[in-house]
C-alpha cells in the first residue's frame, strides 16, 4: 500500500517561492500533484511518470516544475512566481497506471494535503 506525506506549505508573498515535498512509501506508475480550492473542481497540477514524462497545467505551466528524489523516495513540487490565485490546498497522489494523467478519480492514493496561502 502506498502511503502519502506532504510537507513544505506555509505562506509567502507574491512573486515568492516555496518547494512542496511528498514522501511516500514505494514509487507507482504515476506520482503527481493536484489542488483543490474551497468550492472549485479539483485541479491537476504537475505529474511524473516512470519513464520521467511530465505533464503540466496550463494554469502552472512555466512556473512550477516537478521533480523526485528516487533515493529519499520524495516528490517535490518547487513554485516560483506565486500568485494570490494559487492559494488553495496542495496534495500529493499515486496511481498504478502506465501514463500519468489529470484525471483525478483514475488516483488510487492520496495524501493529506498542505496548505499554500500567497498574499497580494
Known amino acids: 500500500q502506498v502511503q502519502l506525506v506532504e510537507s513544505g506549505g506555509g505562506s509567502v508573498q507574491a512573486g515568492g517561492s516555496l518547494r512542496l515535498s511528498c514522501v511516500y512509501t514505494y514509487s507507482v506508475g504515476c506520482m503527481g500533484w493536484f489542488r483543490q480550492a474551497p468550492g472549485k473542481e479539483r485541479e491537476g497540477v504537475a505529474a511524473?511518470?516512470?519513464?520521467?514524462?511530465?505533464i503540466y497545467g496550463e494554469s502552472v505551466a512555466g512556473r512550477f516544475s516537478i521533480s523526485r528524489d528516487i533515493a529519499k523516495n520524495t516528490l517535490y513540487l518547487q513554485m516560483n512566481s506565486l500568485k494570490p490565485e494559487d492559494t488553495t490546498m496542495y496534495y500529493c497522489?499515486?496511481?498504478?497506471?502506465?501514463?500519468?494523467?489529470?484525471?483525478?478519480?483514475?488516483?488510487?492514493?492520496w495524501g493529506q494535503g498542505t496548505q499554500v496561502t500567497v498574499s497580494s
Open positions: 511524473v511518470d516512470s519513464t520521467n514524462s511530465i
Open positions: 497522489a499515486a496511481r498504478r497506471s502506465l501514463a500519468c494523467s489529470f484525471y483525478s478519480q483514475t488516483f488510487n492514493y
